[in-house]
């Protein structure tokens, strides 16, 4: 049975979900609605009435205390979080950022609910790739070694302040998938350098 919800259970649908962020498609499905505009005017009365929040354009959470890092990766899809907040979170960088930053088909710097989020570009090729991504509850995140590899790929000199906590074998592993040679050169220079630091 395919049937639509009937009246009182189109909110519930999302209440029960366990994203805290949804987008216009997302919700399109949830509801089995062919027509976006009846899913807008639902919404717009919903969030007029303070049930759901609008928090970017076709973006909606249930309440304040939605995930932001969900929120970053449900604006531009396919994306994944990666570079220096998992980087930082890893211990791998020691800066504080309070941007999100998101690995996405797009490059652009966007504020939504006074939230920065900083979409860096990648090629589709390794975007779809999803070697050293996690599912992290509703949200897709970079192992630190795919951020790792992420940031080298994107930037031609970047300092890392602390390599000890790389798993090795694994960023070798995912190397491949990026297709690079400048990037093969240049993760075997860290390797040695991180090397060299043991040893020393």
């Keep these: 049975m395919n049937k639509k919800p009937s009246k009182g259970e189109y909110?519930?649908?999302?209440?029960?979900?366990?994203?805290?962020?949804?987008?216009?498609?997302?919700?399109?499905l949830l509801w089995k609605s062919k027509t976006e505009g009846a899913v807008w005017v639902r919404l717009s009365s919903y969030?007029?009435?303070?049930?759901?929040?609008?928090?970017?354009?076709?973006?909606?959470?249930?309440?304040?205390?939605?995930?932001?890092?969900e929120?970053?990766?449900?604006?531009?899809?396919?994306?994944?979080?990666?570079?220096?907040?998992?980087?930082?979170?890893?211990?791998?960088?020691?800066?504080?950022?309070?941007?999100?930053f998101v690995a996405s088909y797009v490059t652009r710097e966007i504020e939504a609910d006074g939230q920065k989020i900083s979409f860096i570009k990648i090629k589709d090729y390794v975007l779809s790739n999803t070697m050293g991504i996690?599912?992290?509850?509703?949200?897709?995140?970079?192992?630190?070694?795919?951020?790792?590899?992420?940031?080298?790929?994107?930037?031609?000199?970047?300092?890392?302040?602390?390599?000890?906590?790389?798993?090795?074998d694994k960023v070798f592993e995912i190397l491949p998938i990026y297709r690079n040679q400048r990037m093969n050169k240049k993760v075997k220079a860290y390797f040695k350098d991180y090397q060299k630091n043991k040893i020393s």
């Design 11 to 28: 909110l519930e649908i999302l209440l029960k979900s366990p994203k805290t962020v949804f987008s216009t498609k997302d919700i399109a």
């Design 71 to 100: 929120l970053a990766t449900r604006i531009y899809t396919p994306a994944y979080v990666s570079f220096e907040t998992v980087l930082t979170r890893a211990g791998i960088n020691f800066q504080y950022y309070g941007n999100i």
């Design 47 to 69: 969030v007029k009435a303070g049930k759901l929040i609008r928090v970017y354009r076709g973006i909606y959470a249930k309440d304040k205390n939605y995930d932001r890092m």
């Design 134 to 168: 996690e599912q992290v509850g509703e949200v897709a995140m970079a192992t630190k070694e795919r951020a790792f590899l992420d940031r080298i790929y994107i930037s031609r000199d970047y300092h890392f302040d602390h390599l000890d906590v790389l798993d090795w």
